[in-house]
């Protein structure tokens, strides 16, 4: 039970770690126009790892997401105050951010497959990984 959270401690430090320094390098606007992109990620990587399946309805819902995130993107770099650090910031922390959905998911389902003693609910998935996420 320990390890888990640390693990989903350290992937929540580093998504927060990284949103909040993203601002220092990329414009308010910009960066909520690239935050829509965490939700392709955590579908892919739950995708990847049997938690979701793919139909044709949400491929469409991802591709038109996708795509407005690209069109809204291409002009930005002649805005004003781009910058790739920015941009590999933000994006390092939306994938840890779906790691930490990915790996929390994997454990409400291994919970209720062991019928464990700790019920994970909102508040005590947070009690248990904040602590571990202020470790880093």
């Known amino acids: ?8 401690g350290f992937f929540y430090a580093v998504y927060l770690w990284g949103s909040n320094l993203a601002y220092k390098y990329l414009q ?8 829509p992109l965490g939700g392709l ?9 049997g938690f979701e399946t793919l139909t044709a ?8 997401i996708f795509g407005g995130i690209s069109i809204a993107s291409c ?9 790739w650090l920015g941009v590999g910031i933000l994006v390092l ?5 779906s790691f930490y959905y990915t790996l929390l998911q994997y454990s409400l389902q291994q ?11 909102p508040l005590t998935t947070m009690l248990l990984v904040g602590p571990a996420a202020a470790m880093f």
């Open 1 to 8: 039970l320990g390890r888990k959270f640390v693990t989903l």
């Open 28 to 35: 308010v606007g910009f960066i909520q126009i690239l935050k």
């Open 41 to 49: 990620l955590i579908y892919a990587s739950l995708l990847h790892n």
């Open 57 to 64: 309805h949400k491929a469409v819902n991802m591709i038109a």
């Open 75 to 83: 002009g930005q770099d002649e805005i004003g105050a781009f910058s």
């Open 93 to 97: 922390s939306l994938v840890a951010n």
């Open 111 to 121: 919970q209720t497959e062991t019928k464990s003693t700790v019920k994970l609910t």
